[in-house]
């Protein structure tokens, strides 16, 4: 293998596994021995969740963070998932383990909605 | 005849015999009521005055009375907003108990804790024992009913009410309603009565005369105030409807922590400030959080309202004092 080819080999691994970190919450399951879905973020700021719509592949742990001065919750419309109420910097996490749609928003705030997408 | 004619000879009833009932003009006003100012209305048309000029009341006659509204002491809340809670509830309680004339009772319109939290609930009544009024009606605040689904709400302060926590009670031949909106909320929505609570409403007024007056009282404002930051109540018009017949009815709000009023026919609205943080007016900033003020100037934007019932005028008197 000469020097160039050695170095575009080099380069596309570096692609791949950096394609594979930030954008795995994207990425589709398309086999049985796929690693772990990364863990997914949602932030609470100005009472509003970010993302408001959030895509994960199936397996993946979605982390709830407030980061308002004022507690909220994330809770699921349909009763799949409900938080305890997040006071200043606090978590929930939730495993999604089947594709599908997943409304939720805030009883405390019930004008803060999100979803989260499993697919 | 024009409308407008019919309004102002309507109007012109009204003065004469100031009572407040049969009013047809339709009188929409929405009004940043500043601190230290003083509404009263009459004949439909709200008066503001400098605070401090007092409403003359002569001497209190047999019948008149008033009482406190105090809101939102989120008790345990400790950010920058406001990193101590306790003192300005014990500056509102001093505030009350330097007034002129000594309220009958208090009420305390919801968020009383931050987090539902026992202790939270206990240090403001162990504040609120030092007020010169003893009798303290409540209604929760979304903050009071958190993960429990207001149970331990209900265990203090809900003994004598219904369902989620509503009551009535009379007082000097005024009718007074504590309503529950923060339970049960729904996505995406706005403040809730809900069918059962609303069935109630519509029995407790049935049988009183239309000439009472009634304060009603409940958290979240029962007016669309701002419905982006959910400062309304979805299913308010339809307990308006059973006050119609009223000719006096006023509605005390907490929730978004600073003076509101609006006139709309026989209703007035009006919100009262918080006794722990300001938040933004509506629309004013990314979100209704709580707004930080310099230090010096936090209990200039904290406060209590005064509510004067004077039986001849036939309208309560609402007054908004600081803490400065």
Redesign the interface.
């Known amino acids: 293998m000469t020097g160039k080819n050695l170095w575009m080999v080099r380069l596309a691994m570096t692609v791949m596994i950096a394609m594979l970190l930030a954008g795995s919450s994207s990425v589709k399951a398309s086999g049985s021995n796929n690693p772990p879905a990364a863990p997914a973020e949602v932030k609470i700021d100005?009472?509003?969740f970010a993302p408001q719509t959030l895509t994960v592949a199936a397996g993946t742990t979605v982390t709830w963070t407030n980061r308002?001065?004022?507690?909220h919750t994330a809770v699921s419309?349909d009763g799949v998932f409900k938080s305890?109420?997040m006071?200043?910097d606090e978590k929930f996490s939730y495993t999604f383990t089947k594709p599908g749609t997943y409304?939720?928003?805030c009883?405390?705030?019930?004008?803060m909605?999100g979803t989260v997408v499993v697919q | 005849m024009t409308d407008r004619k019919q309004n102002l000879i309507d109007q012109g009833m009204q003065d004469l015999n100031n009572d407040g009932i049969d009013r047809r003009g339709f009188l929409k006003c929405m009004a940043w009521a500043g601190t230290g100012l003083v509404w009263t209305m009459s004949g439909g048309i709200p008066v503001s005055r400098a605070f401090g000029k007092a409403i003359d009341h002569g001497a209190a006659k047999g019948g008149d009375f008033s009482f406190v509204q105090i809101s939102d002491s989120h008790m345990g809340f400790n950010k920058p907003a406001n990193p101590d809670v306790v003192a300005t509830l014990q500056a509102a309680v001093d505030k009350i108990n330097g007034l002129p004339n000594h309220p009958d009772f208090l009420l305390h319109t919801g968020d009383i804790s931050h987090l539902s939290r026992p202790e939270q609930f206990d240090t403001v009544d162990q504040v609120l024992k030092s007020a010169s009024a003893k009798d303290v009606f409540f209604v929760p605040g979304e903050h009071d009913v958190l993960d429990d689904n207001g149970k331990s709400y209900l265990e203090r302060y809900g003994r004598n009410a219904q369902g989620a926590g509503w009551y009535s009670f009379d007082h000097k031949g005024v009718h007074f309603i504590g309503l529950v909106n923060v339970m049960n909320l729904k996505a995406g929505g706005l403040g809730s009565l809900g069918g059962e609570q609303l069935e109630w409403m519509e029995k407790d007024v049935k049988q009183l005369k239309h000439s009472t007056p009634v304060v009603v009282f409940a958290h979240i404002p029962l007016w669309s105030v701002y419905p982006d930051w959910g400062w309304g109540t979805q299913d308010s018009a339809q307990a308006l409807g059973y006050l119609k017949k009223f000719g006096s009815v006023t509605v005390l709000n907490g929730h978004i922590h600073q003076t509101m009023q609006k006139v709309e026919g026989n209703v007035t609205f009006h919100t009262a400030m918080s006794t722990a943080f300001p938040q933004p007016q509506p629309g004013k900033a990314d979100s209704p959080g709580p707004m930080k003020v310099p230090a010096d100037q936090l209990r200039s934007v904290l406060g209590i309202t005064d509510v004067n019932y004077v039986r001849r005028q036939h309208s309560l008197a609402v007054v908004d004092s600081n803490l400065v």
């Open positions: 100005n009472f509003s308002d001065d004022i507690p419309t305890k109420v006071d200043t409304p939720y928003y009883t405390i705030h019930p004008k909605t």
